[in-house]
């Protein structure tokens, strides 16, 4: 069983440039999350989704920008990279709200 | 909005002590509560959780109450391990299924 899965699981991007972290689950899940971790520091919402077609911000949404194309993949777009940005990255899924999330194992990003 | 406060660690604790991690919550309706745990280099993994008001979740030796009065959901173990070193996040998910994340709580066990 793949899960929820990341990629890359590394980059560095110079300011400015764009890129995408890819998420894809296999679980028929409905909800999936985007969060960004820094060090030492908590997880915050980036954007979610609740089913495909449908997406919403969550406590941390500039800068980045999402799709919900297909049930399986939800990607999160960097737009003109900055160094704030440089973080880790968590995509996540849950069958429904309250129900267990299954993270993928990251993506660490860079951005100088 | 809804949102979830815990304890700052690091809490740093001998082997076969007890270990208590303070959760409290704000929100508007009825969330669910969750427990989760981050090994280092990983991402999280679910450890408890509970759905409605009074539930006890469990798992691994932890223990947490979903205590609506309170609006607090600590979890607890009895006899720490070394293995148990990790960080720990409290959760919430609110009725349009927003999962949310306390700061965390870094637990560091030593022999």
């Known amino acids: 069983n793949a899960g929820v899965t990341q990629t890359p699981k590394f980059r560095i991007l110079k300011i400015g440039q764009s890129m995408t972290l890819q998420c894809a689950q296999d679980?028929?899940?409905?909800?999936m999350y985007w969060y960004r971790q820094d060090p030492g520091m908590g997880l915050k919402l980036i954007y979610y989704s609740v089913g495909a077609g449908i997406t919403d911000k969550g406590e941390v949404p500039n800068g980045y920008n999402v799709s919900r194309s297909t049930t399986e993949d939800f990607p999160l777009r960097l737009e003109l990279a900055a160094p704030s940005q440089t973080s880790v990255y968590f995509c996540?899924?849950?069958?429904?709200?309250?129900?267990?999330?299954?993270f993928g194992q990251g993506t660490r990003l860079t951005v100088v | 909005g809804d949102s979830v406060t815990q304890m700052e660690g690091p809490v740093t604790l001998s082997e076969e002590a007890f270990l208590t991690i303070n959760c409290t919550y704000t929100?508007?309706?009825?969330?669910?509560l969750f427990w989760y745990v981050q090994y280092p280099g990983e991402g999280l993994q679910l450890l408890l959780k509970?759905?409605?008001?009074?539930d006890k979740g469990s798992n691994k030796g932890f223990e947490a109450t979903y205590r609506k009065e309170t609006t607090s959901f600590h979890l607890e173990k009895g006899s720490v391990q070394v293995s148990d070193s990790a960080v720990y996040f409290c959760a919430l998910t609110d009725s349009w299924g927003k999962l949310q994340f306390g700061a965390g709580t870094q637990v560091v066990v030593t022999p």
């Open positions: 679980m028929n899940h409905n909800y």
């Open positions: 509970a759905t409605k008001a009074d």
């Open positions: 996540a899924s849950s069958s429904v709200g309250n129900t267990e999330a299954f």
């Open positions: 929100a508007t309706g009825y969330p669910s």
